[in-house]
């Protein structure tokens, strides 16, 4: 048997793969990261996101706890309201039609605020950043699921590089598995890695793989989400190509999860075909639910007012993806442009006109036609109920096909404002099968031993749809579970069962 040149190596370098190795340099094991990217792309999604992790929690103490370095005056500003464990289990099967797996799910839920807890006790800083937009306006910011690492994606990944770091764990740069190493009893014992000077075998006690799912692999995409997801922003990095999920399966791993879908956003038309650091997420329009959507043939084809946008963007993407060339085009007035998140749309040129037919000759589309749906959509709105931002209002529409169930305010506030949209896909939700400490295992149920998996490369836990910030926060909890046991049997402990 080859002498191990680490107890644990983790494959990846994003969220999940570096809370994994913090936990297994935690338990004292010796540990390495690779990482397929170069230096100047590291990162995974991690770097594309918000950097919002949503986390169950019962109290103001519960969140103030997480951002020490708060001001009087910020938490005099802020407003807690409480999202315990039971909010977060049902809103995790409400979106993804329950069929999320139970025990994975309760499991992220308990387990979500001991691992932010223990993210900051690591040096992670959050943030509130509604805190200081809401004191200039005289008004309370309200807290109700999640927070954010401060800088977002970009932030909470350079933040997570310079702990890994602190914490002496090296990082192999340009370092791409290519196989998973077995002896005779196909325990896993090591990976075949691909380095610029060629390919060699690094051994192991364990194998952690943290390196995403296959969204930016146009063949795997088409193999198992089907045709329609051939052409389709990528909104993360390029390096997700899916060689850690093939790795598992060939091995015996036990597929698990929707792999016919991902979470997929309205993102602007002209996105690049993968994720900036430029722009970062700064892409996504998920503001339409105060507006209308319609595609190139100006036809309506979503509720835009279903649910809050946590809720909703990360399947919406692919009901534009359905339309036309993967086309649509999102329409506001004047008294729905103030709600708009500005931050995000700011990133975009839109068309502007004094009339429907004007917006719609600017957006390429027929006037008459655009012009009809916009008069069917007002003569529907329900004029007796008030619009409300902030909750679910039951302004709606009356006769439509499909009616907007919330949020529906007639467009009959010129200068109108349009916006070209396509979809950009985020994650796969296809995955492998963990238990309950992070061990893979086959299609019998059995453990394989020494594999261990975290975050996107993770089955079971997402269908359809997600709670936003919902990723960040399983990647961390799986990262988590999946570097201390490594570390444990590495190290011939017994194993963590949280």
Not at 86 to 97: C, I
Not at 109 to 136: C, H, K, L, N
Request: hydrophobic share 35%; charged share 25%; proline share 5%.
């Amino acid at each position: 048997m080859a002498q191990n040149d680490y107890d644990v190596i983790v494959v990846g370098a994003g969220n999940a793969a570096l809370t994994a190795a913090w936990a297994a340099k935690q338990e004292g094991a010796n540990v390495v990261v690779l990482e397929k990217a170069p230096v100047a792309l590291r990162g995974g999604n991690t770097r594309f996101t918000t950097g919002a992790v949503r986390f169950a929690y019962n109290s103001f103490e519960d969140v103030a706890a997480l951002m020490p370095d708060l001001s009087p005056a910020e938490a005099e500003a802020l407003e807690v309201i409480p999202y315990t464990k039971d909010d977060f289990y049902n809103d995790l099967m409400r979106v993804t039609e329950g069929l999320a797996d139970p025990e994975l799910s309760e499991l992220l839920v308990t387990q979500s605020y001991p691992t932010v807890r223990w993210m900051t006790d690591m040096g992670m800083q959050w943030e509130f950043g509604q805190i200081r937009r809401a004191m200039e306006h005289g008004r309370r910011a309200r807290i109700n699921s999640m927070i954010r690492s401060k800088g977002a994606g970009l932030g909470m990944s350079e933040c997570q590089f310079e702990i890994t770091e602190r914490l002496g764990i090296p990082v192999h740069y340009e370092a791409k598995g290519m196989k998973l190493v077995t002896d005779d009893s196909l325990n896993v014992t090591g990976i075949k890695v691909r380095y610029p000077d060629g390919v060699r075998d690094l051994h192991a006690a364990s194998i952690v793989l943290a390196c995403g799912g296959f969204e930016a692999n146009k063949e795997l995409r088409v193999r198992y989400m089907g045709p329609k997801w051939d052409e389709v922003v990528v909104r993360g990095t390029k390096y997700n190509t899916g060689e850690g999920l093939m790795m598992a399966i060939e091995l015996g791993a036990q597929p698990i999860g929707q792999w016919s879908f991902g979470h997929t956003t309205p993102v602007d038309a002209n996105s690049p075909k993968f994720g900036s650091l430029e722009l970062t997420d700064h892409t996504r329009r998920a503001s339409y639910m105060y507006g209308i959507m319609v595609n190139e043939n100006c036809e309506r084809f979503a509720d835009e007012g279903e649910d809050f946008m946590p809720y909703t963007y990360a399947k919406y993407g692919s009901l534009v993806q359905d339309q036309p060339h993967r086309l649509a085009f999102q329409i506001f007035d004047q008294k729905g442009i103030p709600h708009i998140e500005t931050l995000y749309y700011a990133t975009g040129v839109p068309v502007e006109a004094d009339t429907i037919e004007e917006l719609a000759e600017g957006l390429g589309l027929d006037p008459a036609k655009l012009s009809k749906v916009v008069e069917e959509y007002n003569a529907s709105c329900d004029d007796s109920t008030e619009f409300r931002v902030g909750v679910k209002d039951g302004k709606r529409t009356y006769g439509l096909q499909p009616d907007k169930t919330n949020w529906a305010q007639k467009l009959d506030t010129p200068p109108y404002v349009g916006y070209p949209v396509t979809a950009g896909l985020t994650f796969t939700y296809g995955g492998v099968k963990i238990n309950r400490r992070g061990e893979v295992v086959d299609t019998e149920d059995n453990v394989i031993p020494g594999l261990y998996a975290a975050g996107e490369l993770t089955g079971g836990f997402f269908y359809f749809n997600y709670p936003g910030a919902s990723g960040l926060m399983r990647g961390a909890v799986t990262g988590r579970i999946a570097g201390t046991n490594a570390a444990r049997r590495a190290l011939g402990r017994e194993p963590w069962t949280p």
